[in-house]
């Protein structure tokens, strides 16, 4: 087995999992199913706000989200230094301004955790992502080709939104956040918030959709975004519904991740 078909087996079978888990939880909403059913695919989307009681004790804190990126941009850099192709640096923009971003922009609550599971499955994602890209790297376009400058063009643009829908979230909280009972939360509104709860979801799923095209849609890329969309929709719907629990006012016309449709 090369590498390209092993990273799509690799993506095929968490694109598998993580469908079957979303249909057990549709299925389980409408009353197929016990509500325990549910209870792992909730317990696994939820971090920060929407994280369970219960589940502290298996928790860490949500500033270790940081880690993430560290890993991401190390392995990524590795994989540059062994074959240094746009693809690669595609990612490593990616990688390295979530990186700044955690560092320098994002305001985590000191009381903000997530699960330890949701940490080591993150961990193992920000390892596999620069394998996969590495492995299909050689089957990238040139980007003179009309398809790949529209893909880098689409990616470039998706990144400078999450930024802003990541400094739109940041701005929300003080600098000096309130620890434990005192944490306060308001809704995000302006930019893209105005149509989706979590924009900064909608524009993750739109890099990655750009990163495939990029690669002439190869089929590790087309499953991995395929998992994006499904995970991240399954986590935007999870905080789109604890706001409208938690505001009374929250915009009715609001979609969870996108626009007139989810």
């Known amino acids: 087995m090369d590498s390209p078909t092993f990273w799509s087996c690799y993506w095929g079978l968490h694109v598998a999992a993580i469908a079957g888990l979303a249909i057990v939880s549709t299925a389980s909403s409408a009353g197929l199913f016990p509500p325990m059913a549910t209870k ?32 991401g941009t190390i392995v990524n850099t590795i994989a540059l230094f062994l074959k240094n192709n746009a693809l690669l640096w595609l990612y490593q923009i990616q990688v390295s301004r979530r990186l700044g971003e955690s560092l320098f922009v994002t305001r985590f609550s000191p009381s903000a ?46 990144n400078w939104v999450q930024f802003v829908c ?16 005192g944490v306060s939360y308001s809704i995000p509104r302006g930019f893209w918030f105005g149509f989706v709860s979590c924009p900064h979801y909608t524009a993750e799923v739109v890099i990655y959709t750009a990163l495939a095209a990029t690669a002439r849609c190869a089929r590790p890329l087309i499953f991995l975004t395929v998992f994006v969309v499904i995970e991240l929709s399954l986590s935007a719907t999870t905080q789109h519904h604890w706001y409208k629990r938690k505001f009374r006012d929250y915009p009715i016309h609001r979609h969870a991740i996108f626009p007139l449709f989810l």
């Open 166 to 181: 990541h400094k739109n979230l940041a701005d929300l909280r003080p600098l000096k956040a309130p620890a434990e009972t």
């Open 40 to 71: 792992l695919v909730e317990e696994l989307s939820r971090y920060g706000k929407t994280l369970s009681a219960h589940s502290l004790f298996l928790s860490v804190p949500k500033r270790q989200f940081v880690h993430f990126y560290i890993v």
């Open 113 to 158: 955790q997530m699960h330890a599971l949701h940490y080591f499955i993150g961990i193992s994602y920000y390892i596999a992502v620069p394998l996969t890209l590495y492995s299909i790297a050689d089957e990238t376009e040139s980007l003179e080709t009309w398809r790949s400058c529209f893909g880098v063009t689409i990616f470039l643009a998706a």
